[in-house]
């Protein structure tokens, strides 16, 4: 098995898509997705950042997973899409810990934002508000769980991990956060 970033599971296959704000690198196992590197100048940078430039060895069901994602991230920044993808992820790159965080964040609506002690609490965890935000700031799939739809208690942003852009990632996170409240009403 070749590792990519995303740990001991291999990525299959990439795609890569445009983005307002930039490129967007998708990667896939065999079960599900595994990466999203976003934004980045460029479509080359893009699926550099995966890790596994210029592989191609997945069957059609993954093309189709890579394909039915990007999809959903045109119709995500067009404004007409506000349900989270449907798109199967490769559970074998979570925690427990981690699962439990990303399926409370998937339910946050779109336009809207939690804190991170609401994740905690929503997981079980009262107090852990420190351990969600560990989790989500490990989040290998940005904009595919929509970790930027988690603040501070007292409003604050917060961090947000981005790789290839050169605005700080508060920025893109603040960013992202107005134009959901935006592409809403």
């Known amino acids: 098995m070749s590792r990519s970033r995303s740990g001991s599971i291999e990525i299959v296959a990439v795609r890569t898509v445009p983005t307002p704000w930039g490129w967007a690198g998708l990667g896939a196992s065999e079960r599900g997705m595994v990466r999203c590197s976003w934004p980045w100048p460029d479509a080359v940078q893009a699926e550099e950042s995966l890790g596994t430039a210029g ?3 997945a069957g ?32 074998r790159i979570f925690t427990a810990w981690r699962r ?5 964040v998937k339910r946050i609506p779109f336009g809207e ?16 508000a420190r351990a969600a935000g560990q989790a989500l700031a490990r989040n290998p799939l940005p904009l595919l769980i ?8 007292d409003g604050r942003t ?23 409240r935006r592409a809403r009403r």
């Open 113 to 128: 934002v939690r804190s991170y002690a609401w994740v905690a609490g929503e997981c079980g965890k009262r107090g852990a």
């Open 60 to 91: 059609p069901e993954v093309r189709e997973l890579l394909e039915q994602a990007a999809e959903w991230l045109l119709a995500f920044f067009s404004g007409s899409c506000r349900e989270m993808a449907e798109v199967p992820l490769d559970g």
């Open 100 to 104: 439990k965080v990303y399926e409370v």
């Open 55 to 57: 592989r191609r060895v």
């Open 158 to 180: 917060g961090s947000y991990s981005c790789e290839g852009t050169a605005l700080p990632g508060t920025e893109l996170k603040r960013r992202l956060i107005d134009w959901e």
């Open 146 to 153: 929509p970790c930027h739809r988690v603040v501070y208690g």
